[in-house]
Every structure is written in C-alpha cells, then in structure tokens.
C-alpha cells in the first residue's frame, strides 16, 4: 500500500517535472529558467542536470511553503507554477 502511493507520487512529480522542464526548454534562450539558473546549453549531455533539477523544483515545491532556489521567470512558466 505505502509502496503504491510512492510511486503514484513519483509518477506524478515526474510527469510535472517533464512539463517543467518542457517549458525551460522551449523558452527563450535569454528567458527560461535552465539558461537564468543553470547557464548551461540544452544539449543531450546535460538532460540528466536538467531533469534532476526540474525534479527538485517539483519536490520543492509540493513539500513546502515557498519556490526556493529556483523559480518562474517568464509568463509560461508562471503559468504552470499557478497550477
């Protein structure tokens, strides 16, 4: 039963993590927040960091009262995070 809803709980952080990063992903070079926070280029070797900090952004957010270290930077990534 506790095994079950971890995984229903991962799976949802992951899915919200995949949006997030989405939309890192598809913002503005100059704009989005993996170019702002991380300064990294979105190629194949680093979607791993990416990913990992799109979870964290996730875990943080659920498990908290406040955003933290990363957080919305233009008006699509606002958006989500309303949600």
Not at 5 to 33: D, K, P, Q, R
Not at 51 to 60: A, D, F, K
């Amino acid at each position: 039963m506790i095994l079950r809803i971890l995984m229903m709980y991962y799976y949802i952080f992951h899915c919200l993590a995949c949006i997030w990063f989405y939309i890192g992903y598809s913002a503005n070079e100059t704009s989005g927040w993996i170019y702002l926070y991380l300064g990294i280029e979105t190629t194949s070797d680093n979607y791993q960091t990416i990913y990992l900090r799109s979870i964290y952004y996730i875990v943080q957010t659920f498990s908290t009262v406040g955003l933290g270290d990363y957080h919305s930077t233009d008006g699509s990534e606002w958006c989500f995070s309303m949600f």
